[in-house]
């Protein structure tokens, strides 16, 4: 057997086949390059202590809410996340997801404009908000978290002078947003060709992957490892379908979150603008040295970070059918950034994925759904939420000096 | 052949001449060594070659052209790569993506397998060690992480290549293996400007030596025919000095 261009090196252990991608999976989670073991492990835990203490939990019933609650605070999280990889904050997400709700109801309900106008408007709110961060981050070197503490309180006052002296605006319950947020579930048929395309697609695409690799000299993963993960997804999808099919189904609302996931994956790790992102939450000197356009890319991620907030402001608003003086207030925030960090983005920057903000966010909102089931009080739930988000920044900053001690930093 | 030539560079910021009447030539398959003490103008040479600073007055040729250096890309350009003493390189990134940082392969969709085969190009040219280009550069050695450093400097092809102090903070054998990278660049072609403190290693791989002092030429030395007690009498401007003074003490007793 010929060995391949980057196996000459006889220091490298053979890791063939299927037993070598697992063993190497143990090897980096040893050496603290733990991915997402942290956070499903913490499910796995979080949701057979609320199984234990209130069956109702794991019901499909219950799931299926769970899925439409996480998707507002998803999208949000999933622009705290690119915030984050370049190791800056924003904790305004909270307040312009509120104001975007706010500008919807208003443009939507109190002025008259049709819906497709008035969410264009909030988006491009957003949009406009991040920019404005940007430029206030690249000009005038303000650290982050100040610039964005800033708008946290000013996007508020903003919020509540557009909602007026009545301090709430009720979406008409037969309008499509409302629909797309609360009642529209794909058929079960589409949904198992949904599982059935993904499982597919991945298989190809590795596969595909594989042979250019092999075609280049290269090594490559085997077609054993590519089908038994394949079909491992086929598996964890379909029977999802099938349990949340139970009740009510997958919700459009969940389908454009993920969506929207798998569109941040992509850019973020096949992308030159994704390696730059890295890049500048890795060393923000090297990239620039390397020719990278660093003022761009932090605007870039500020502009989607926000228009992500009011992204799921609006989807937010659509839920509740309503949006008022509290919406984006309260837990919002901090749920959001929770959720990026619980689903490992590192606070340090340059490290993370777009997954992580699924992950994250259905550990956040299991929390809190779990523990509104068991009819405790929002004090509770904060303590907990707060308690996670400390053990999921000290597992981050643990495996980080793991990282540091394997030479894997 | 003469690649790059420097005549009469000067360059003052304020009132302090840090460069006066600069001469420096390098030849494509030369390398040339700048000693000098601190503050003999080395740092700002490099800069002015590199395009971060432009020099007041004086004339640089390449490969036969007069030319000016504005900016760092101008120089990058031509074919003058410069890899400065902090190595500038993203450590959580993994070697391909260092390597490539900044001139990736399809932009949009990103040609992995392109750039691992191209890396391995490099680094077999360098013979470099570096037993996998996928691990993130935290895990790599100081020598390796030079390698990788300099190896991401010969992706755009250049002509010339500056080393800032490339043997600064690594062992002996590590330091070993950056010399061999530089006889290795030599045998290539390429013209090598290495800034250096360290005499064993300007004696081992240098052709010429330049010696810098407070900001002038100090004089230019053929490697095989001048000893380093030369080399250390022109970098501090005395016979009489510090360095030869311990020397003779050491000979004495």
């Known amino acids: 057997m010929t060995v391949t261009t980057d196996r000459q090196d006889e220091r490298l252990r053979e890791r063939a086949g299927l037993a070598g991608a697992v063993t190497d999976v143990i090897e980096r989670a040893r050496g603290g390059d733990l991915g997402v073991i942290p956070v499903v492990v913490g499910l796995v835990v979080i949701w057979t202590v609320l199984q234990v203490l209130n069956p109702i939990f794991l019901s499909s019933a219950n799931l299926v809410n769970l899925t439409l609650e996480s998707a507002a605070v998803g999208i949000i999280a999933l622009g705290v996340v690119c915030v984050l990889l370049v190791g800056q904050i924003d904790l305004s997400v909270g307040s312009v997801s509120g104001l975007s709700g706010a500008v919807l109801a208003v443009l939507f309900v109190s002025e008259g404009l049709p819906v497709w106008l008035a969410i264009g408007a909030s988006v491009l709110m957003g949009a406009v908000i991040g920019w404005l961060y940007g430029q206030l981050f690249n000009r005038f070197g303000v650290p982050s978290f100040v610039i964005t503490l800033a708008g946290l309180l000013g996007f508020l006052g903003l919020q509540l002078y557009v909602l007026g002296a009545k301090g709430s605006i009720n979406l008409p319950f037969d309008s499509a947003l409302v629909n797309f947020a609360q009642l529209d579930f794909v058929p079960a048929w589409l949904s198992y060709t949904f599982a059935g395309i993904a499982a597919v697609w991945l298989f190809a695409s590795g596969f595909l992957h594989a042979q250019q690799r092999r075609r280049a000299g290269l090594s490559a993963r085997s077609v054993t490892t590519l089908a038994a993960r394949s079909v491992a997804l086929l598996v964890v999808l379909a029977f999802v379908v099938w349990y949340l099919g139970q009740t009510r189904g997958v919700g459009w609302m969940f389908v454009f979150f993920v969506a929207l996931v798998l569109i941040m994956h992509y850019l973020l790790s096949r992308t030159k603008w994704g390696r730059a992102v890295y890049a500048v939450g890795g060393n923000v000197e090297a990239a620039r040295r390397a020719g990278i356009n660093v003022r761009a890319i932090y605007t870039s991620v500020f502009v989607l970070c926000s228009t992500f907030a009011a992204v799921g402001g609006i989807l937010a608003a659509a839920r509740l059918a309503a949006a008022n003086q509290s919406s984006g207030g309260g837990d919002v925030n901090l749920n959001a950034i929770a959720a990026a960090v619980i689903g490992g983005t590192s606070l340090f920057g340059g490290r993370g994925t777009a997954f992580g903000a699924l992950l994250g966010v259905i550990v956040i909102q299991s929390i809190s759904s779990g523990l509104t089931l068991l009819n405790l009080d929002s004090s509770i739930r904060f303590v907990v939420t707060g308690v996670v988000l400390l053990l999921a920044v000290v597992v981050d900053s643990v495996s980080r000096r793991s990282r540091t001690s394997h030479g894997r930093a | ?253």
């Open chain 2, 1 to 253: 052949m003469t690649v790059l030539s420097l005549r009469g560079i000067s360059k003052t910021f304020g009132a302090v001449a840090a460069l006066t009447d600069i001469e420096l030539d390098v030849a494509a398959g030369e390398v040339v060594a700048i000693v000098g003490d601190n503050g003999a103008g080395k740092s700002t040479l490099v800069k002015i070659l590199s395009g971060v600073h432009a020099p007041d007055s004086g004339r640089i040729t390449f490969e036969g052209r007069d030319v000016e250096i504005p900016t760092p890309a101008a120089a990058h350009k031509l074919g003058i790569a410069t890899v400065f003493q902090d190595l500038a390189l993203c450590e959580n990134l993994n070697v391909i993506q260092n390597l490539f940082l900044g001139q990736e392969i399809r932009p949009l969709r990103l040609d992995d397998v392109s750039m691992e085969t191209r890396s391995w190009e490099l680094l077999r040219q360098l013979s470099a060690k570096i037993p996998s280009v996928r691990v993130p550069v935290a895990a790599l050695s100081g020598g390796q992480r030079q390698t990788v450093a300099i190896a991401r400097s010969l992706l755009g092809d250049p002509k010339v290549i500056i080393l800032d102090e490339p043997t600064a903070a690594l062992g002996v054998a590590q330091t070993a293996e950056v010399l061999n990278l530089v006889e290795r660049l030599r045998e290539n072609g390429l013209g090598v400007i290495m800034i250096s403190h360290n005499m064993a290693d300007v004696k081992a791989v240098a052709d010429t030596v330049v010696v810098l002092r407070l900001g002038r030429n100090n004089g230019a030395f053929d490697v095989a025919d001048v000893s380093t007690e030369d080399i250390i009498a022109a970098i501090t401007g005395a016979t009489d000095n510090a360095v030869s003074r311990r020397a003779g003490k050491g000979a004495s007793s």
